[in-house]
């Protein structure tokens, strides 16, 4: 059996996309923020990083709001929260027992790609994120409070045993 991967127009596929985002999810999920309740907060994402910081940054004004807090468009607020990313990126691992793919060279033809011959083959995809935010008071500057480094994760495997049979198991939803 073959089969063809397409390649993707955008710099991410769309299930490079989803291991990222969820595991951003996972890691927002699990930050509180009780001191935002009845503020006026600014978030500076200026600490955030990669593709995908503005969803990460839309996710943290998300939080807020869902604990009562009222975002400020300016730093001309009751409250400042300081959002930075530690990581939010894909791990890839793959093990084979069998015989990898691998070019023929073909004269005056070029050349020719075998198939894989996979006795057994697994492979993980998995999406990272880290995430801590920090909070001071506006106007005097005071330290309010700090989440701690959070962690999300999301992953994809798949097996394939003996040439044929291959299945997969994900948590991207």
């Known amino acids: 059996a073959c089969s063809t991967q397409r ?12 291991l990222i ?22 978030l ?18 998300e939080k807020i709001l869902q604990n009562d ?9 009751t409250l400042v929260i300081e959002a930075r ?3 939010s990126s894909i791990d890839s691992f793959e093990t084979l027992i069998g015989l990898p793919s691998y070019e023929i060279p073909i004269p005056l033809a070029g050349t020719l790609k075998s198939p894989e011959a ?19 008071d506006a106007e005097s500057g005071r330290f309010v409070s700090a989440t701690g480094p959070k962690f999300g994760f999301a992953q994809k495997r798949e097996w394939t045993l003996f040439f044929f049979f291959s299945w997969k ?5």
């Open 7 to 18: 390649v993707t127009n955008p710099d991410h596929s769309a299930t490079e996309q989803l």
């Open 69 to 77: 807090g009222q975002i400020a468009a300016s730093r001309v607020a």
């Open 44 to 61: 500076d994402a200026g600490g955030l990083q990669g593709t995908f910081a503005a969803y990460a940054a839309s996710l943290f004004r």
């Open 21 to 42: 985002s969820r595991a951003i999810d996972r890691a927002v999920e699990d930050i509180q923020l009780p001191d935002v309740a009845g503020k006026k907060v600014f």
């Open 169 to 173: 198991n994900e948590d991207l939803i």
């Open 118 to 136: 996979a006795l057994y083959k697994r492979g993980e995809r998995r999406g990272i994120a880290k995430f801590a935010l920090a909070s001071f």
């Open 85 to 87: 990313s530690g990581a």
